[in-house]
C-alpha cells in the first residue's frame, strides 16, 4: 500500500492555547501578568490550568496563580518528570516558562557542572568545551525536556525579556532594534518551535492634549521591533488586553476556516482528541521506561561474559557515547538505552 494514501490535508489549529508563544517587553512591562489575565479571561476565572514555572520569581502581585520555583535545573528536571508522572491527576495544561533566559543560565551552569565533573577539569563557560561540544550540549539538555512536556500535551508559554540592539544594512546604514534578549543556540530552539512572538510594549501618547501612559501588545514586528506569527490575519498591535489578546488570536484562527465558527468547533473537538491520544501514548511509554540504574545492570550483565578483545570495543562505544567507559557514570536514559542495544547487538 502506498504510504501517500491515507495522506489528508492539514487544518490549521483551531485552539489557540495549542500554539506555542513567546512573550517579550520591557521589565514590568505585563508580561507574566498577561499569561496569567488570558488564561483567567479565557477559563472564567478558572487558574489551575495553569502552572507558572518560575526560574525567576515575578508572580508576587498575581492573586491566585500556581507556581512551581526552580532554583537549579535539576529542579526543572525533577519538574518535567513529576508532571509526566502525575499528568491524569493534576488540573495543570498550560505551562509558563519565566523566565527562559534564567532557564538557559540554570542548564549552562548544569552542563558545566557535569561535563567538569566527567572530564576532570574546571569549565568557567559553555565555550571553554571545545570544537562546539558545550553549545550542543546546552541545545540537546534544553530541548529534552521542552520535548517531553510538549509530547505529554501540555501548552508551552515561553516569558522573556527585550534588549536594544544595533543592526548595519549591507549597504552600511545602521539602525536600532528592540529585540528579544534570547542570544545564541537557546535563542534559535524556542523560536524555531514558537507559532507567535508577542512584544508588550510601554509608551506615552498625547490623548486630547495629555500625555498619558499606553501599553500594546504587538503581533507584528518592523524594522524597530521584534515580533510576529504564522498568520496573515493578525493586526500589527492592540492596546494591552486579556479578552483582546484572545480574540486576536481566534479571529486569525477564524479567518483561515473561511469565518465558518462550526468549523472551527469541529476541528478543535477533533485535534483535541488526537492531541490527548498522542500525549497518552508518550506519558504511557515514559512511564514504563526503564531507570538509568535498571540500564546499567543489563548492560553489566551482558558485558561480564564477552570476551576481552569485545569488552576493549565496548569501553570504547561507552567512552564516546556514555563519556566514560563505565556505563554506571552515565544516567542518560536514552544513550544507555542505545549502549544496551549495542551489546545486545554484538
Avoid: C
Avoid at 508522572?85 to 551552569?109: C, G, H, N, S, Y
Avoid at 499606553?214 to 498568520?231: H, M, N, P, Q, T
Amino acid at each position: 500500500m502506498s504510504r501517500f494514501k491515507n495522506l489528508k490535508p492539514h487544518r490549521v489549529v483551531a485552539d489557540a492555547f495549542n500554539y506555542k508563544y513567546v512573550i517579550a517587553g520591557r521589565p514590568k512591562a505585563g508580561k507574566t501578568s498577561l499569561v496569567h489575565g488570558i488564561v483567567k479571561e479565557k477559563y472564567d476565572g478558572d487558574l489551575s490550568k495553569l502552572l507558572l514555572i518560575a526560574f525567576e520569581k515575578g508572580y508576587n502581585a498575581l492573586n491566585g496563580i500556581y507556581a512551581e520555583d526552580i532554583n537549579e535545573w535539576t529542579d526543572f528536571v525533577e519538574l518535567v518528570d513529576d508532571l509526566i508522572e502525575e499528568k491524569d491527576d493534576i488540573p495543570f495544561r498550560i505551562l509558563a516558562l519565566d523566565t527562559v533566559d534564567e532557564m538557559a543560565k540554570m542548564a549552562t551552569q548544569h552542563v558545566l557542572k557535569v561535563q567538569s565533573r566527567k572530564q576532570g577539569k574546571k569549565f568557567e563557560a559553555i565555550n571553554d568545551l571545545a570544537y562546539g561540544k558545550g553549545y550542543e550540549l546546552l541545545d540537546n539538555t534544553i530541548s529534552e525536556q521542552l520535548q517531553k512536556l510538549d509530547k505529554a500535551g501540555f501548552s508551552l508559554i515561553y516569558i522573556t525579556h527585550d534588549k536594544d540592539r544595533q543592526f548595519e544594512t549591507r549597504e552600511g546604514l545602521k539602525y536600532d532594534k528592540t529585540t528579544l534578549s534570547l542570544s545564541g543556540r537557546v535563542r534559535d530552539l524556542i523560536l524555531n518551535q514558537v507559532d507567535f512572538i508577542v512584544f508588550v510594549e510601554l509608551g506615552k501618547e498625547l490623548e486630547k492634549g495629555v500625555m498619558v501612559d499606553k501599553r500594546y501588545i504587538y503581533f507584528r514586528g518592523d524594522s524597530g521591533l521584534e515580533a510576529g506569527s504564522r498568520f496573515k490575519h493578525v493586526p500589527n498591535r492592540i492596546e494591552y488586553s486579556y479578552k483582546g489578546f484572545i480574540d486576536t488570536v481566534e479571529q486569525a484562527i477564524e479567518a483561515e476556516y473561511g469565518g465558518d465558527k462550526k468549523a472551527v468547533e469541529e476541528a478543535r473537538k477533533e485535534q483535541n482528541a488526537q492531541k490527548e491520544k498522542e500525549a497518552q501514548e508518550f506519558v504511557s511509554k515514559v512511564k514504563n521506561a526503564k531507570t538509568p540504574e535498571e540500564l546499567q545492570s543489563e548492560i553489566l550483565e551482558i558485558i561480564t561474559g564477552m570476551e576481552q578483545d569485545v569488552k576493549v570495543e565496548v569501553a570504547k562505544y561507552f567512552k564516546e557515547h556514555l563519556g566514560s567507559a563505565d556505563p554506571r557514570k552515565s544516567d542518560d536514559v536514552e544513550a544507555l538505552t542505545k549502549a544496551l542495544e549495542y551489546v545486545k547487538s554484538l
